[in-house]
DNA sequence: GTCTATATGGCGATAGAC
DNA sequence: GTCTATCGCCATATAGAC
């Protein structure tokens, strides 16, 4: 029988649906990521995703609430593992030079990322709210309170962090702009990776400087 | 007679009609700063700007042409004057320095600039070209050539101009997140000041490792 | 679950009076 | 130059057959 013959397929890996859902989120985290909210046309996810405009429906019954799963997605992508190796045991050396790696790994897969969570923020004022709810900021704020006890300790962090990751994540943000500044032999992935060691170098001394 | 009466009162100062662009390129740079190209909604600017739709039209054939032009004006703005000071014959030092100052003032009076012209570009296709049009990027590549002959060189000063970036732009990019994680005595605009003191201090350090 | 067809509204742009 | 009215299209969302 029909029924039965997919679920034998599929079995414990899940029912079509899920495959379907699947397809659906994997197009709509590419295009949205890609062109926004707004940018983002229902048919052309639903052409994209090789289904049809109805059946998007089916899943998520608004294109606002669609995109909000698709957001929280991209927000622990971005800040998850982060959040996780500031606030672990290891030294701060260690952190910061793990989250280097964790950024340059990341964002040479995915460099649209950081450029669509920054500027949704700021264009969905729903947004805002919801990213209180996120659970690495409570989490992060925990860990340096109990670490640092002087507001002016903190505040060092903070900057050590801002900086960190700023070097980490804006030449990506910038890489339409950047690969015109490079000389014509240099190829936009080889400067990324001479700079990965070289913000490491500046973690180091900023470190010291703490 | 109705006309000469307003030649007279806006004399040299211009013309009627030129008081009513400068209202409309106003607010949609306003406008356009806060929603993006697909955000902005042809009612609402022409609603904040206190005319109707037909005048916009009449003064921009287009949404597409507005948008050129208010995009072009934010690519100088953020661009322009840094690089002339880029090319300049100050010493490094000033230069680095300058930059930062200029970065400060002009973010905080305009945070959104950044997160605008870096996520349209990636979303509006023909911007890609209109980028390369822009003459400060052949100014810069100009002056980098003539200054360092060796692609190494060139390299460790583009580092250096990236970061010195990086550290300026990105916390105004981020700060509805950031803001979430000052201590709560910690005002925004406090954090920002002692900040622009740490960021010259690390470019003053990346300069002499250059 | 998946499809087609359609309702409903909003959008950019134009026409034409003043 | 500035206004009102309207066109034609495309967007999100729903209804209902299969």
Chains 1, 2 share one sequence.
């Not at 414990?12 to 990521?33: C, H, N, P, Q, V």
């Not at 995703?49 to 992508?77: D, P, R, S, V, W």
Request: charged share 25%; aromatic share 10%; glycine share 4%.
């Amino acid at each position: 029988m029909h029924l039965k013959f997919q679920t034998y397929i599929f079995g414990r890996m899940g029912k079509k649906s899920d495959i379907t859902r699947a397809k659906l989120i994997e197009t709509a985290r590419d295009l949205f990521l890609e062109k926004g909210f707004e940018g983002l046309k229902m048919q052309e996810l639903a052409d994209r995703a090789e289904m049809n405009k109805g059946l998007l429906h089916y899943y998520f019954k608004t294109k606002e609430i669609l995109f909000q799963a698709i957001f929280k997605e991209a927000m622990q992508n971005l800040f998850g593992g982060v959040v996780k190796e500031l606030v672990s045991n290891h030294a701060i050396e260690v952190k910061m030079h793990t989250v280097v790696d964790m950024y340059f790994d990341k964002l040479k897969a995915n460099p649209g990322l950081p450029l669509f969570v920054l500027s949704e923020i700021n264009r969905n004022p729903s947004l805002k709210s919801l990213v209180g709810i996120t659970d690495f900021i409570p989490i992060f704020l925990g860990a340096v309170a109990t670490k640092f006890k002087k507001e002016e300790e903190k505040t060092k962090f903070l900057n050590l962090v801002l900086s960190v990751i700023s070097l980490c994540v804006f030449p990506f943000a910038a890489q339409p702009l950047l690969t015109k500044l490079l000389p014509d032999s240099v190829k936009f992935e080889d400067f990324i990776e001479q700079r990965r060691n070289y913000v490491k170098k500046i973690a180091t001394h900023l470190i010291e400087e703490l």
